[in-house]
């Protein structure tokens, strides 16, 4: 059974930091892209930040402007673990943060349950 489990949001003080996880069981970790979303209310799912599989030929990782800078995603693939650092938390990024993981050949796709991140103070 495939599962990717969010932890580590909370409620925290603008400027602040938080480091949310994504844990996965039930797929070859390394052969997924992964990738962090969020939705505010009100809002459409967006996108967040991206990191691609560990074995095509190449590695890269993507951000949406509205955080580039700010956070920092990473995998451990000895751990089937997705990272997001998050720093300089601002109130617009409050919003319930889901991740994503896709593989290409042969396709398959997977949702996080979600986790809430507040930012207020």
């Known amino acids: 059974q495939v599962q990717l489990v969010e932890s580590g949001g909370g409620l925290v003080q603008p400027g602040g930091s938080l480091r949310l996880s994504c844990a996965a069981s039930?797929?070859?970790?390394?052969?997924?892209?992964m990738s962090w979303y969020r939705q505010a209310p009100g809002k459409e799912r967006e996108l967040v930040a991206t990191i691609s599989s560990t074995t095509g030929s190449t590695n890269y990782t993507n951000y949406a402007d509205s955080v580039k800078g700010r956070f920092t995603i990473s995998r451990d693939n000895a751990k089937n673990t997705m990272y997001l650092q998050m720093t300089s938390l601002k109130p617009e990024d409050t919003a319930v943060y889901y991740c994503?993981?896709?593989?290409?050949?042969?396709?398959?796709?997977?949702w996080g349950q979600g986790t809430q991140v507040t930012v207020s103070s």
């Open positions: 994503k993981g896709i593989r290409v050949r042969p396709l398959s796709v997977y």
């Open positions: 039930g797929v070859t970790f390394s052969s997924y892209a």
